[in-house]
């Protein structure tokens, strides 16, 4: 059964960092597209960055330049490193793949599969 499994959020400050972890299981990783994507209360779900099976990267203009999306395949793991991060950061986090290897911008092609239970991240003083 595929399933994906978020974990590593958490309450942090302004200007902390965090690094989530999206751990696959049923299937391995390494062919596909991962995106990470958040939904803020009373938001709709989003689409945060994407890494395509080669490794590329792309990032919604929101979080470029302080969010690193990386991916460990032999770990069958992908992982978003979150710096500077801010209270408009504040939303829980979902991982999805794609039935592809690459993105469409910064999410995944042709996403499958059912949604997990996400992570929240709360950036609050």
């Known amino acids: 059964q595929l399933q994906l499994v978020e974990s590593g959020g958490g309450l942090v400050q302004p200007g902390g960092s965090l690094r989530l972890s999206c751990a696959a299981s049923?299937?391995?990783?390494?062919?596909?597209?991962i995106g990470w994507f958040r939904q803020a209360p009373g938001k709709e779900r989003g689409g945060v960055s994407c890494?395509?099976?080669?490794?590329?990267?792309n990032y919604a203009e929101s979080v470029k330049g302080r969010f690193t999306i990386s991916r460990d395949n032999a770990k069958n793991t992908v992982y978003l490193q979150m710096s500077s991060l801010k209270p408009e950061d504040t939303a829980v986090y979902y991982c999805?793949?794609?039935?592809?290897?690459?993105?469409?911008?910064?999410?995944?092609?042709?996403?499958?599969?059912?949604w997990g239970q996400g992570t929240q991240v709360t950036v609050s003083s």
């Open positions: 049923g299937f391995t990783l390494d062919a596909y597209a």
């Open positions: 890494i395509s099976s080669g490794g590329s990267t």
């Open positions: 999805a793949v794609g039935a592809r290897s690459y993105c469409l911008g910064y999410v995944p092609s042709s996403l499958f599969g059912s």
